[in-house]
Protein backbone atom coordinates (compact mmCIF):
# COMPACT_ATOMS: atom_id res chain seq x y z
CA UNK A 1 0.00 0.00 0.00
CA UNK A 2 2.91 2.42 1.07
CA UNK A 3 4.44 1.49 -2.24
CA UNK A 4 1.21 2.53 -4.51
CA UNK A 5 1.26 5.59 -2.53
CA UNK A 6 4.28 6.79 -3.52
CA UNK A 7 4.55 5.76 -6.72
CA UNK A 8 1.42 7.71 -7.37
CA UNK A 9 3.26 10.54 -5.60
CA UNK A 10 6.02 10.43 -7.84
CA UNK A 11 3.73 9.58 -11.07
CA UNK A 12 1.66 12.96 -9.85
CA UNK A 13 5.05 15.03 -9.42
CA UNK A 14 6.87 13.96 -12.85
CA UNK A 15 3.33 15.30 -14.26
CA UNK A 16 3.45 18.58 -13.15
CA UNK A 17 7.16 18.75 -13.83
CA UNK A 18 6.68 17.81 -17.49
CA UNK A 19 3.97 20.06 -18.22
CA UNK A 20 6.25 23.44 -16.29
CA UNK A 21 9.07 22.57 -18.80
CA UNK A 22 5.85 22.25 -21.85
CA UNK A 23 5.15 25.84 -20.96
CA UNK A 24 8.53 27.21 -20.50
CA UNK A 25 8.82 25.63 -24.10
CA UNK A 26 6.02 27.27 -25.36
CA UNK A 27 6.39 30.47 -23.85
CA UNK A 28 9.98 30.36 -25.14
CA UNK A 29 9.09 29.31 -28.59
CA UNK A 30 6.05 32.42 -28.41
CA UNK A 31 9.01 34.58 -27.52
CA UNK A 32 11.03 34.00 -30.66
CA UNK A 33 8.39 33.86 -32.83
CA UNK A 34 7.57 38.00 -31.61
CA UNK A 35 11.32 38.47 -31.64
CA UNK A 36 11.64 37.22 -34.88
CA UNK A 37 8.46 39.06 -35.79
CA UNK A 38 9.81 42.61 -34.56
CA UNK A 39 13.46 42.13 -35.90
CA UNK A 40 11.50 41.76 -40.19
CA UNK A 41 10.14 45.12 -39.47
CA UNK A 42 11.98 46.44 -42.04
CA UNK A 43 11.68 49.50 -44.29
CA UNK A 44 13.94 50.15 -47.28
CA UNK A 45 14.40 53.59 -48.59
CA UNK A 46 15.36 54.53 -51.48
CA UNK A 47 16.41 57.91 -53.56
CA UNK A 48 17.38 58.27 -56.65
CA UNK A 49 19.32 61.39 -57.82
CA UNK A 50 19.27 62.83 -61.61
CA UNK A 51 22.08 65.84 -61.92
CA UNK A 52 21.95 68.03 -64.85
CA UNK A 53 25.29 69.06 -66.10
CA UNK A 54 27.18 68.56 -62.40
CA UNK A 55 29.30 66.10 -61.90
CA UNK A 56 29.42 65.75 -57.73
CA UNK A 57 32.10 63.36 -56.34
CA UNK A 58 29.58 61.95 -53.71
CA UNK A 59 26.39 62.17 -51.69
CA UNK A 60 25.82 62.64 -48.03
CA UNK A 61 22.38 60.57 -47.40
CA UNK A 62 20.91 61.60 -44.01
CA UNK A 63 17.32 60.82 -42.36
CA UNK A 64 15.56 61.93 -39.18
CA UNK A 65 12.32 62.50 -37.51
CA UNK A 66 11.46 65.91 -38.32
CA UNK A 67 11.27 66.83 -34.75
CA UNK A 68 14.92 65.58 -34.12
CA UNK A 69 16.83 67.50 -36.90
CA UNK A 70 20.02 66.93 -34.23
CA UNK A 71 19.84 63.10 -33.91
CA UNK A 72 19.94 61.20 -37.39
CA UNK A 73 18.64 57.91 -37.38
CA UNK A 74 21.27 57.33 -40.24
CA UNK A 75 24.18 59.06 -42.03
CA UNK A 76 25.66 57.33 -44.96
CA UNK A 77 28.48 58.28 -48.07
CA UNK A 78 27.31 57.29 -51.37
CA UNK A 79 29.39 57.53 -54.35
CA UNK A 80 28.05 58.59 -57.92
CA UNK A 81 27.56 55.20 -59.64
CA UNK A 82 26.37 53.63 -56.19
CA UNK A 83 22.78 52.98 -55.69
CA UNK A 84 20.99 55.08 -52.55
CA UNK A 85 19.06 52.90 -50.38
CA UNK A 86 19.16 52.06 -46.24
CA UNK A 87 17.26 49.88 -44.54
CA UNK A 88 15.55 50.65 -41.18
CA UNK A 89 13.69 49.32 -38.24
CA UNK A 90 10.31 50.47 -39.37
CA UNK A 91 9.47 51.53 -35.62
CA UNK A 92 12.49 53.85 -35.20
CA UNK A 93 10.81 55.93 -37.71
CA UNK A 94 8.06 58.51 -36.45
CA UNK A 95 4.27 58.30 -37.14
CA UNK A 96 3.31 61.73 -37.85
CA UNK A 97 2.49 63.30 -40.93
CA UNK A 98 5.41 63.74 -43.28
CA UNK A 99 7.18 63.55 -39.93
CA UNK A 100 10.32 62.00 -41.57
CA UNK A 101 12.86 63.57 -43.70
CA UNK A 102 15.34 62.73 -45.89
CA UNK A 103 18.58 64.94 -46.49
CA UNK A 104 20.68 64.88 -49.45
CA UNK A 105 23.85 67.21 -49.85
CA UNK A 106 26.00 66.72 -53.03
CA UNK A 107 29.67 66.79 -52.32
CA UNK A 108 32.77 68.26 -54.90
CA UNK A 109 30.67 72.08 -55.37
CA UNK A 110 28.58 74.63 -53.29
CA UNK A 111 25.84 72.75 -54.48
CA UNK A 112 22.28 72.83 -52.55
CA UNK A 113 21.17 70.91 -50.03
CA UNK A 114 17.83 69.31 -50.79
CA UNK A 115 15.06 67.63 -48.21
CA UNK A 116 12.01 65.35 -48.94
CA UNK A 117 9.70 64.74 -46.33
CA UNK A 118 8.13 61.50 -46.03
CA UNK A 119 5.53 58.87 -43.71
CA UNK A 120 6.21 56.20 -42.14
CA UNK A 121 5.20 52.81 -44.14
CA UNK A 122 5.84 49.51 -44.36
CA UNK A 123 8.41 47.64 -46.78
CA UNK A 124 9.77 50.21 -48.68
CA UNK A 125 9.85 53.91 -49.54
CA UNK A 126 10.71 55.23 -52.74
CA UNK A 127 11.61 59.51 -52.41
CA UNK A 128 10.67 61.56 -54.98
CA UNK A 129 13.36 62.75 -57.54
CA UNK A 130 16.27 64.83 -56.48
CA UNK A 131 17.45 67.13 -58.86
CA UNK A 132 20.87 68.29 -58.92
CA UNK A 133 21.59 71.65 -60.78
CA UNK A 134 24.39 73.81 -61.64
CA UNK A 135 25.51 75.75 -57.99
CA UNK A 136 23.59 79.09 -58.39
CA UNK A 137 22.42 82.29 -56.36
CA UNK A 138 19.07 82.72 -56.15
CA UNK A 139 16.75 85.30 -57.42
CA UNK A 140 13.23 85.57 -55.77
CA UNK A 141 11.11 88.02 -57.47
CA UNK A 142 7.43 89.28 -56.43
CA UNK A 143 5.63 90.32 -59.53
CA UNK A 144 2.84 92.97 -58.88
CA UNK A 145 0.55 95.31 -60.66
CA UNK A 146 1.51 98.53 -59.83
CA UNK A 147 -1.71 100.63 -59.76
CA UNK A 148 -3.92 97.48 -58.22
CA UNK A 149 -0.51 96.12 -56.33
CA UNK A 150 -2.37 92.78 -57.50
CA UNK A 151 0.01 89.62 -58.18
CA UNK A 152 0.79 89.32 -62.02
CA UNK A 153 1.05 85.62 -63.02
CA UNK A 154 2.13 83.70 -65.91
CA UNK A 155 4.45 85.72 -66.56
CA UNK A 156 7.89 84.92 -68.25
CA UNK A 157 10.95 86.33 -66.15
CA UNK A 158 14.38 86.14 -68.25
CA UNK A 159 18.03 86.57 -67.00
CA UNK A 160 20.26 87.75 -69.62
CA UNK A 161 24.45 88.88 -69.46
CA UNK A 162 26.44 89.46 -72.60
CA UNK A 163 23.22 89.05 -74.79
CA UNK A 164 23.33 85.03 -73.06
CA UNK A 165 20.42 83.90 -71.37
CA UNK A 166 21.30 82.45 -68.23
CA UNK A 167 17.90 81.71 -66.39
CA UNK A 168 13.91 81.50 -67.00
CA UNK A 169 11.13 81.20 -65.01
CA UNK A 170 7.35 81.92 -65.28
CA UNK A 171 5.58 83.16 -62.10
CA UNK A 172 2.58 81.18 -60.44
CA UNK A 173 -0.32 82.76 -58.99
CA UNK A 174 0.67 84.41 -56.57
CA UNK A 175 3.71 86.44 -58.94
CA UNK A 176 6.56 84.37 -57.41
CA UNK A 177 9.25 83.85 -59.52
CA UNK A 178 12.48 82.17 -59.45
CA UNK A 179 15.90 82.46 -61.42
CA UNK A 180 18.90 80.42 -60.79
CA UNK A 181 22.05 82.93 -61.51
CA UNK A 182 24.60 80.33 -62.28
CA UNK A 183 28.10 81.31 -60.50
CA UNK A 184 30.27 80.92 -63.20
CA UNK A 185 29.16 84.06 -64.75
CA UNK A 186 31.10 87.40 -64.38
CA UNK A 187 30.39 88.87 -61.23
CA UNK A 188 31.58 92.17 -62.28
CA UNK A 189 28.70 92.61 -64.74
CA UNK A 190 24.97 93.08 -63.63
CA UNK A 191 22.55 90.97 -65.09
CA UNK A 192 19.80 92.43 -67.29
CA UNK A 193 16.25 91.21 -66.05
CA UNK A 194 13.89 91.00 -68.75
CA UNK A 195 10.07 90.27 -67.61
CA UNK A 196 7.48 90.03 -70.41
CA UNK A 197 3.77 89.83 -70.07
CA UNK A 198 2.29 89.50 -73.78
CA UNK A 199 1.44 92.81 -74.01
CA UNK A 200 -0.51 93.37 -70.95
CA UNK A 201 1.84 95.71 -69.06
CA UNK A 202 5.31 97.30 -70.57
CA UNK A 203 7.95 95.16 -71.07
CA UNK A 204 9.76 95.41 -68.03
CA UNK A 205 13.90 95.68 -68.40
CA UNK A 206 16.13 96.01 -65.69
CA UNK A 207 19.66 95.87 -64.88
CA UNK A 208 20.39 93.72 -60.73
CA UNK A 209 23.59 93.36 -59.42
CA UNK A 210 23.52 89.66 -57.99
CA UNK A 211 24.18 89.31 -54.42
CA UNK A 212 25.83 85.84 -53.44
CA UNK A 213 23.43 83.56 -52.15
CA UNK A 214 19.99 83.97 -52.25
CA UNK A 215 18.21 87.64 -52.92
CA UNK A 216 14.63 89.12 -53.41
CA UNK A 217 13.52 91.94 -55.15
CA UNK A 218 9.72 93.62 -55.28
CA UNK A 219 8.49 94.23 -59.28
CA UNK A 220 6.31 96.94 -60.08
CA UNK A 221 4.63 96.19 -63.65
CA UNK A 222 3.03 99.35 -65.44
CA UNK A 223 0.23 99.54 -68.25
CA UNK A 224 1.35 99.76 -71.52
CA UNK A 225 -0.26 103.32 -72.65
CA UNK A 226 0.41 104.15 -76.31
CA UNK A 227 -0.28 107.83 -77.63
CA UNK A 228 -2.15 108.97 -80.66
CA UNK A 229 0.58 107.63 -83.70
CA UNK A 230 2.56 105.67 -81.70
CA UNK A 231 2.86 101.84 -82.68
CA UNK A 232 4.78 98.85 -80.56
CA UNK A 233 7.33 96.49 -82.07
CA UNK A 234 9.38 93.51 -81.02
CA UNK A 235 12.79 93.02 -81.05
CA UNK A 236 13.57 90.04 -82.60
CA UNK A 237 17.35 89.81 -82.43
CA UNK A 238 19.94 90.03 -79.61
CA UNK A 239 22.35 92.46 -78.89
CA UNK A 240 20.52 94.75 -80.98
CA UNK A 241 21.97 98.90 -80.69
CA UNK A 242 19.28 101.25 -79.31
CA UNK A 243 20.84 104.46 -80.45
CA UNK A 244 20.91 108.32 -79.77
CA UNK A 245 20.97 109.30 -83.32
CA UNK A 246 19.77 107.59 -87.14
CA UNK A 247 23.36 107.73 -88.09
CA UNK A 248 24.81 103.73 -87.77
CA UNK A 249 27.75 105.65 -86.19
CA UNK A 250 25.79 107.81 -83.79
CA UNK A 251 26.25 106.67 -79.78
CA UNK A 252 24.98 103.71 -79.01
CA UNK A 253 22.79 104.21 -76.00
CA UNK A 254 22.01 100.55 -74.92
CA UNK A 255 21.92 97.31 -76.38
CA UNK A 256 17.76 95.50 -76.84
CA UNK A 257 17.80 91.67 -76.85
CA UNK A 258 14.88 89.32 -78.40
CA UNK A 259 11.70 90.19 -77.15
CA UNK A 260 12.23 93.65 -75.90
CA UNK A 261 9.71 96.57 -77.08
CA UNK A 262 9.86 99.67 -78.84
CA UNK A 263 6.76 101.88 -78.60
CA UNK A 264 7.70 103.65 -82.28
CA UNK A 265 6.83 107.07 -83.08
CA UNK A 266 8.42 108.05 -86.45
CA UNK A 267 9.63 105.86 -89.53
CA UNK A 268 12.49 107.12 -91.91
CA UNK A 269 13.57 104.87 -94.26
CA UNK A 270 15.10 101.77 -92.50
CA UNK A 271 15.46 103.52 -89.37
CA UNK A 272 13.03 103.51 -87.00
CA UNK A 273 12.60 106.33 -83.79
CA UNK A 274 10.85 105.58 -81.09
CA UNK A 275 11.30 105.42 -76.90
CA UNK A 276 12.26 101.78 -74.27
CA UNK A 277 10.69 101.96 -70.62
CA UNK A 278 14.04 101.72 -68.81
CA UNK A 279 14.07 100.96 -64.68
CA UNK A 280 16.58 103.45 -63.41
CA UNK A 281 18.13 101.51 -60.49
CA UNK A 282 19.56 104.77 -58.20
CA UNK A 283 16.26 106.66 -58.51
CA UNK A 284 14.19 103.07 -58.21
CA UNK A 285 11.74 104.78 -61.50
CA UNK A 286 10.90 103.92 -65.15
CA UNK A 287 12.42 106.70 -67.52
CA UNK A 288 11.89 106.51 -70.92
CA UNK A 289 14.57 106.58 -73.03
CA UNK A 290 14.38 107.79 -77.12
CA UNK A 291 16.41 106.76 -79.60
CA UNK A 292 16.88 104.77 -83.20
CA UNK A 293 16.58 100.87 -84.34
CA UNK A 294 17.29 99.34 -88.00
CA UNK A 295 14.25 98.69 -89.04
CA UNK A 296 15.24 94.99 -89.75
CA UNK A 297 15.62 94.11 -86.49
CA UNK A 298 12.37 94.74 -85.20
CA UNK A 299 8.52 93.31 -86.05
CA UNK A 300 5.28 95.18 -85.23
CA UNK A 301 3.41 93.21 -82.16
CA UNK A 302 0.28 92.50 -81.78
CA UNK A 303 -1.74 93.99 -78.11
Not at 90 to 97: G, N, R, Y
Not at 147 to 160: M, R
Not at 224 to 235: A, N, P, S
Not at 283 to 296: A, F, P, T
Request: charged share 25%.
Amino acid sequence: MVNQTNFFKKFTFFLVISAAFAQDAISNINSLEITKSQESKTVSITAIVNTIETNPTAYRFSVYARSKSAEPFIQKLFFPNEPIQIILPLDILSSDTLGNIAKLEPLGDKYSIQYRMFNKQDNEIKLTLYEVLKPADILKLTILNKESKKPVSNVNTLAFQNGELLSSSKSDSLGFSRLRIPLNREKDIPINILIDTDGKFQLYRREIVIKEGTSEEIIMLSSLKLEIGETVYQVIDDLVPFREGPENGSSVLFFLNSGEQVVVSKVAGDRLFGRVNVFLEMQGRYKNVNGWILHKYVIIKDI
